[in-house]
């Protein structure tokens, strides 16, 4: 009976470890996209497109936010003080979640993988 006990509680946490992170980048999400939204939606009005395009170009329009700001992003970590910045709260990111390090080494390498050989990637994402 103790061994199940300690086997509820240890998969119990195990559970929040696991879901916790997934949670908590859900959250953020959403509040970056109601945010984006707030932004969107007058500016929509003041191009006068929200009209004619209603939701649908809400959604084009937070998409090339998002697009904008990875850019811009791009852009800033050219500069030494965004990337030493960068490089802190990567190591902040990586002491809270060290799962983090790993997951960003394999999208690292499928991007390397990607930027060597485009056609060869894509063949291969089309078999599966």
């Known amino acids: 009976?103790?061994?199940?006990?300690q086997f509820?509680?240890?998969?119990?946490?195990?559970?929040v470890f696991m879901f916790l992170p997934i949670f908590f980048t859900f959250?953020?999400?959403?509040?970056v996209f109601d945010i984006l939204i707030k932004v969107a939606k007058p500016f929509m009005k003041w191009l006068k497109i929200d009209s004619i395009l209603g939701e649908v170009g809400l959604s084009f329009l937070i998409i090339f936010m998002v697009l904008f700001l990875c850019f811009l992003g791009g852009v800033l970590m050219r500069f030494r003080f965004f990337k030493s910045f960068n490089e802190?709260?990567?190591?902040i990111i990586t002491t809270i979640f060290p799962q983090y390090d790993a997951i960003k080494d394999k999208v690292d390498e499928k991007i390397q993988t990607i930027n060597e050989d485009p056609k060869k990637f894509v063949t291969e994402k089309m078999k599966k």
Do not use: A, N, Q
């Open 1 to 5: 009976m103790k061994s199940l006990i």
């Open 8 to 15: 509820i509680k240890t998969s119990i946490k195990g559970g």
């Open 27 to 31: 959250y953020l999400l959403k509040k």
């Open 88 to 91: 802190k709260v990567e190591s």
